[in-house]
C-alpha cells in the first residue's frame, strides 16, 4: 500500500492511497466466491456458475462491495501509519474502479485537530465583578421555600375572592340547550389562574357557598370546538366549597422539615449555599472573560467535526437538565436543526478555547498525575454526599477519567493565566442593568 498525505490547510489533510494490485485481486476472488455460494441463476447449479456469469450479472454489486471492504481495510491503517487522528468520518472524494491484476487507487480527505502555538496568553487585563452579598436573599429564600410547602385550606370567609381555590359544580348551555363537555361536577379552580373560559373565573369571584349563580361568557374565537367558537353561553354554576392558601409559619419546627436543627441554622446554610453560588458565578464569568480574551488574541480556525461534537455535547447536557425538570426540547419548541442553529457560536467558542487551553498546557508543561485524579474523586465524594467507593467505580472507566484528568489540566492552565493577568474589580453589572430599567419604566 503507498500513501501519500497532502495538507489542505491547518484542519484538513488528503490522503492518496494506492492498494497494491495482488490485495485487489485477492478481494475480488473472495467476493465472487462469495456470490456464488448464493447465486440463483436459470440453468446452473449454486457453486457452478461461470465467473463470466457471474460477472454480467452481479459485476456493479461485486464492485461496490469490494472498494468498501479495500477502503475500510486501508484507510484507517494509513492513518494511522501517518499518525493521522481524523476528528470526524473521513469523506471519501476521488475513487477508481477495481480490476483483477490492477492496483487500486482512491483518495480521502479527513478533519484534523489543529496543531496550534498560543501566544499573548500572559499579561491579559480582565474585569471581575466585586462580590456583594445582599442579606435580603436569605428572607426571599424563605418565602420562596415557605410558598413551596403552602397548604389549601377551609376559608372561614362567606365569599370567593381571587386567588382562592374554589369547588364547583357547572352546566353549559348554548341557546338554552346543554353542550358536550359543558359540565363538571367537584371541579376544581383556582380563581385568577386564567385556566377557564376568559371571564368565568372573573365571574365566580364573591360567590358564597351553596351560591347558584348564571354566569354569561363567550367563547373564543380560535376555540377548538367549532361548533362553539365565538358563540355566548350561560354556565350554571354552584359554588360547593372556597379554599384558600396557607402558608406555615417560618419557625424552628418549619426549619425541621429542611433537616435544621433550628432557623437560625437553617438561615445559616442559605447564606453559606447563596454565598457560594454568587463566588461560582462571579468565578464562571472571569474564566468566560479569560477565554474570550484568549481566543481574541489566538485567531484558530476549527473543523467543523469538534464543533458537531460540542454540539452533540452541549445538547446533550441541556436536554438532561431539562428531563430532570419534566421538560423536553420539543417542549421548547425546539429540534435538532434549531438547537444546533442557536448553540453553533457557543460550541465554537468553547472548542476555539479548548484547543487554546491544551496548547498552552503543553507549551508551559503542565501535567495532572494519578495522585491528583484520585485525590478530586475523593473530593467528588465528599462533597456529593456520595460512598467513595461508587465514585471510584465511576471513573474506573477509561472515558470517565481520561475526562476527569483533562478537566484538572484545564484547571490548572486557568489558574495560572489567572496569576499571571492583571484582574480589576468592578461594580456588579446588573445593578447598572437595574438602574436603566428602572429609568425606562
Same mark, same amino acid.
Do not use: C, W
Given at each position: 500500500?503507498?500513501?501519500?498525505?497532502?495538507?489542505?490547510?491547518?484542519?484538513?489533510?488528503?490522503?492518496?492511497?494506492?492498494?497494491?494490485?495482488?490485495?485487489?485481486?485477492?478481494?475480488?476472488?473472495?467476493?465472487?466466491?462469495?456470490?456464488?455460494?448464493?447465486?440463483?441463476?436459470? +440453468?446452473?447449479?449454486?457453486?457452478?456458475?461461470?465467473?463470466?456469469?457471474?460477472? @454480467?450479472?452481479?459485476?456493479?454489486?461485486?464492485?461496490?462491495?469490494?472498494?468498501?471492504?479495500?477502503?475500510?481495510?486501508?484507510?484507517?491503517?494509513?492513518?494511522?501509519?501517518?499518525?493521522?487522528?481524523?476528528?470526524?468520518?473521513?469523506?471519501?472524494?476521488?475513487?477508481?474502479?477495481?480490476?483483477?491484476?490492477?492496483?487500486?487507487?482512491?483518495?480521502?480527505?479527513?478533519?484534523?485537530?489543529?496543531?496550534?502555538?498560543?501566544?499573548?496568553?500572559?499579561?491579559?487585563?480582565?474585569?471581575?465583578?466585586?462580590?456583594?452579598?445582599?442579606?435580603?436573599?436569605?428572607?426571599?429564600?424563605?418565602? @420562596?421555600?415557605?410558598?413551596?410547602?403552602?397548604?389549601?385550606?377551609?376559608?372561614?370567609?362567606?365569599?370567593?375572592?381571587?386567588?382562592?381555590?374554589?369547588?364547583?359544580?357547572?352546566?353549559?348551555?348554548?341557546? +338554552?340547550?346543554?353542550?358536550?363537555?359543558?359540565?363538571?361536577?367537584?371541579?376544581?379552580?383556582?380563581?385568577?389562574?386564567?385556566?377557564?373560559?376568559?371571564?368565568?373565573?372573573?365571574?365566580?369571584? +364573591?360567590?358564597?357557598?351553596?351560591?347558584?349563580?348564571?354566569? !354569561?361568557?363567550?367563547?373564543?374565537?380560535?376555540?377548538?370546538?367549532?361548533?362553539?367558537?365565538?358563540?355566548?353561553?350561560?354556565?350554571?354554576?354552584?359554588?360547593?366549597?372556597?379554599?384558600?392558601?396557607?402558608?406555615?409559619?417560618?419557625?424552628?419546627?418549619?426549619?425541621?422539615?429542611?433537616?435544621?436543627?433550628?432557623?437560625?441554622?437553617?438561615?445559616?446554610?442559605?447564606?453559606?449555599?447563596?454565598?457560594?453560588?454568587?463566588?461560582?458565578?462571579?468565578?464562571?464569568?472571569?474564566?468566560?472573560?479569560?477565554?474570550?480574551?484568549?481566543?481574541?488574541?489566538?485567531?484558530?480556525?476549527?473543523?467543523?467535526?469538534?464543533? @458537531?461534537?460540542?454540539?452533540?455535547?452541549?445538547? !446533550?447536557?441541556?436536554?438532561?437538565?431539562?428531563?430532570?425538570?419534566?421538560?423536553?426540547?420539543?417542549?421548547?419548541?425546539?429540534?435538532?436543526?434549531?438547537?444546533?442553529?442557536?448553540?453553533?457560536?457557543?460550541?465554537?467558542?468553547?472548542?476555539?478555547?479548548?484547543?487554546?487551553?491544551?496548547?498552552?498546557?503543553?507549551?508551559?508543561?503542565?501535567?495532572?498525575?494519578?495522585?491528583?485524579?484520585?485525590?478530586?474523586?475523593?473530593?467528588?465524594?465528599?462533597?456529593?454526599?456520595?460512598?467513595?467507593?461508587?465514585?471510584?467505580?465511576?471513573?474506573?472507566?477509561?472515558?470517565?477519567?481520561? +475526562?476527569?484528568?483533562?478537566?484538572?489540566?484545564?484547571?490548572?492552565?486557568?489558574?495560572?493565566?489567572?496569576?499571571?493577568?492583571?484582574?480589576?474589580?468592578?461594580?456588579?453589572?446588573?445593578?447598572?442593568?437595574?438602574?436603566?430599567?428602572?429609568?425606562?419604566?
Amino acid at each position: 500500500m503507498n500513501v501519500t498525505v497532502e495538507e489542505i490547510s491547518a484542519i484538513k489533510k488528503k490522503l492518496s492511497i494506492e492498494v497494491a494490485a495482488e490485495t485487489v485481486t485477492a478481494e475480488l476472488e473472495k467476493a465472487y466466491k462469495k456470490v456464488a455460494k448464493t447465486a440463483n441463476i436459470k +440453468g446452473f447449479r449454486k457453486g457452478k456458475v461461470p465467473r463470466a456469469i457471474l460477472e @454480467q450479472q452481479y459485476g456493479p454489486r461485486v464492485q461496490y462491495e469490494v472498494v468498501g471492504s479495500l477502503v475500510n481495510n486501508s484507510l484507517y491503517k494509513a492513518m494511522i501509519e501517518n499518525k493521522i487522528e481524523p476528528v470526524s468520518q473521513p469523506e471519501i472524494v476521488e475513487s477508481g474502479d477495481v480490476e483483477k491484476g490492477q492496483p487500486f487507487s482512491y483518495q480521502a480527505e479527513v478533519e484534523v485537530r489543529p496543531e496550534i502555538v498560543a501566544k499573548d496568553y500572559t499579561g491579559l487585563s480582565l474585569e471581575k465583578e466585586k462580590f456583594s452579598f445582599d442579606e435580603a436573599v436569605v428572607e426571599q429564600q424563605l418565602e @420562596q421555600m415557605a410558598t413551596s410547602r403552602v397548604q389549601l385550606e377551609v376559608t372561614k370567609r362567606k365569599k370567593a375572592r381571587e386567588g382562592d381555590t374554589v369547588i364547583v359544580d357547572f352546566e353549559g348551555m348554548l341557546d +338554552g340547550t346543554v353542550f358536550d363537555n359543558g359540565s363538571a361536577s367537584d371541579y376544581q379552580l383556582e380563581l385568577g389562574s386564567g385556566s377557564f373560559i376568559p371571564g368565568f373565573e372573573e365571574q365566580v369571584v +364573591g360567590m358564597k357557598r351553596e351560591d347558584v349563580k348564571e354566569i !354569561d361568557v363567550t367563547f373564543p374565537e380560535n376555540y377548538g370546538a367549532k361548533e362553539l367558537a365565538g358563540k355566548p353561553v350561560v354556565f350554571k354554576v354552584t359554588m360547593k366549597e372556597i379554599k384558600e392558601k396557607v402558608e406555615p409559619k417560618i419557625d424552628d419546627d418549619f426549619a425541621k422539615e429542611f433537616g435544621a436543627e433550628n432557623l437560625a441554622e437553617l438561615k445559616e446554610k442559605i447564606r453559606e449555599n447563596s454565598v457560594k453560588q454568587e463566588e461560582d458565578r462571579i468565578s464562571g464569568q472571569l474564566q468566560e472573560n479569560l477565554m474570550n480574551a484568549l481566543v481574541e488574541k489566538n485567531p484558530v480556525e476549527i473543523p467543523d467535526g469538534m464543533t @458537531q461534537n460540542q454540539l452533540l455535547h452541549l445538547k !446533550d447536557n441541556f436536554s438532561q437538565r431539562l428531563k430532570s425538570q419534566g421538560m423536553s426540547l420539543e417542549m421548547l419548541g425546539m429540534n435538532d436543526e434549531t438547537f444546533n442553529k442557536t448553540y453553533r457560536e457557543m460550541a465554537e467558542q468553547q472548542v476555539k478555547g479548548e484547543l487554546i487551553l491544551d496548547a498552552i498546557a503543553k507549551q508551559e508543561e503542565l501535567t495532572v498525575e494519578d495522585a491528583e485524579v484520585d485525590e478530586k474523586i475523593k473530593q467528588i465524594a465528599e462533597e456529593s454526599g456520595t460512598p467513595v467507593e461508587n465514585v471510584e467505580k465511576y471513573f474506573a472507566n477509561a472515558q470517565a477519567r481520561d +475526562g476527569l484528568k483533562s478537566q484538572l489540566l484545564n484547571d490548572k492552565v486557568i489558574d495560572l493565566l489567572l496569576n499571571k493577568s492583571t484582574v480589576t474589580e468592578v461594580e456588579p453589572k446588573q445593578d447598572v442593568q437595574e438602574e436603566t430599567t428602572e429609568e425606562e419604566s
